[in-house]
């Protein structure tokens, strides 16, 4: 399955309204079986130029996977997908086996 990026939130200076960091997920969908992960990246550098108010999650998305890199992103990938292979064929229960 293709993953999909998203962004949680972001932190924000308020004085120069400009994005600092962004809270994203990535996830792994499968018929009703999700994988995901989560994690946060530093976009200073890429939001520097423009207001806060002005931003499209798109366009953040694209300022993550640039901040993280190329390898990061197969690996998030990657995660997200044994996220929810794990979930669809788990190795490990939980539970007591009386009632």
């Known amino acids: 399955m293709a993953a999909t990026w998203g962004i949680d939130t972001l932190d924000y200076d308020i004085e120069s309204n400009r994005a600092t960091v962004a809270h994203f997920t990535v996830r792994d969908e499968g018929g ?12 200073t550098k890429q939001a520097k130029s423009h207001a806060y108010d002005r931003l499209s999650e ?4 694209a300022w993550v996977k ?4 190329a390898a990061a992103i197969s690996a998030y990938e990657a995660k997200a ?6 979930k669809a064929t788990p190795i490990k229960g939980r539970g007591k086996p009386w009632s």
Do not use: C, K, P, W
């Open 81 to 86: 997908g044994a996220a929810r292979q794990l």
């Open 66 to 69: 640039e901040a993280v890199g």
């Open 32 to 43: 009703s079986i999700v994988g995901g992960m989560y994690s946060t990246v530093d976009i």
């Open 58 to 61: 798109s366009q953040v998305i």
